[in-house]
């Protein structure tokens, strides 16, 4: 079955370091990748994605790029600000083959401080 | 159309109790899907439709489970005789069909069960 694996939390930064949160993934076929922001008390809401291999996705500073030949859809973003503290989850969808259930990582919680 | 509703937000009840929520979703979305997400975990799937069919179940769904979406529309998933193990954030997120789908979901802000 579809599964996805990313990095444990928290991770805790200063403002304006470096972040990566590893993903890879388990999938049939080739699935959409993404990854979803859940801020304190909010519900969860697209942060970037990608559907082909190669594809990068970014938005608000954050970027992944879609690498099928490592499995892996790794969250990065140059400078991080306190208030990008948040929950990420990766994410696949399939897009083919009749089953089109999203599979969500645990989750990696963020922590930024000033 | 503001998004993905659901209701209520929050429901405190004794065990043994049936409890119901409900989602609205996108309107041109014709896939709802239900998940529940407890402390430190991420999503875990229910079910899900296409328009009024419920097309798949996790082996998580008891029989005290049951979703409906009777019209393609909102959708109810109700929990018979809750146990204190129903505790969780229920999740409701929608997706437009095949053809213009990326597989991108809308979520609600979801509901959260409390069993006693």
């Known amino acids: 079955g579809n599964s996805v694996t990313q990095m444990e939390g928290p991770v805790t930064l200063s403002e304006e370091a470096f972040l990566t949160i590893n993903c890879t993934y388990t999938?049939?076929?080739?699935?959409?990748l993404f990854w979803y922001v859940q801020y304190p008390g909010e519900g969860l809401q697209l942060l970037l994605k990608a559907t082909k291999a190669d594809d990068k996705g970014s938005n608000k500073g954050f970027e992944a790029t879609y690498r099928k030949e490592t499995t892996s859809f790794h969250l990065e973003k140059g400078s991080v600000q306190v208030s990008d503290s948040a929950v990420y989850f990766c994410a696949l969808a399939p897009l083919s083959g009749g089953s089109y259930i999203p599979t969500f990582g645990r989750g990696t919680s963020l922590i930024v401080h000033p | 159309d503001t998004g993905v509703s659901q209701d209520p937000r929050h429901k405190i009840t004794k065990r043994g109790q049936n409890v119901t929520f409900r989602c609205d979703p996108i309107?041109?979305?014709?896939?709802l899907y239900w998940y529940r997400q407890t402390l430190g975990q991420g999503p875990e799937f229910l079910t899900y439709f296409q328009n009024e069919a419920q097309l798949e179940k996790s082996r998580l769904l008891s029989d005290r489970f049951s979703a409906e979406r009777p019209k393609g529309s909102f959708s109810t998933l109700e929990i018979q005789r809750t146990e204190q193990g129903d505790s969780a954030m229920y999740l409701c997120?929608?997706?437009?069909?095949?053809?213009?789908?990326?597989?991108?979901?809308?979520f609600g802000e979801g509901s959260r069960l409390t069993v006693l």
């Open positions: 999938a049939t076929g080739y699935p959409s």
């Open positions: 997120a929608s997706s437009a069909g095949q053809g213009s789908n990326t597989g991108e979901l809308f």
């Open positions: 309107s041109e979305h014709n896939r």
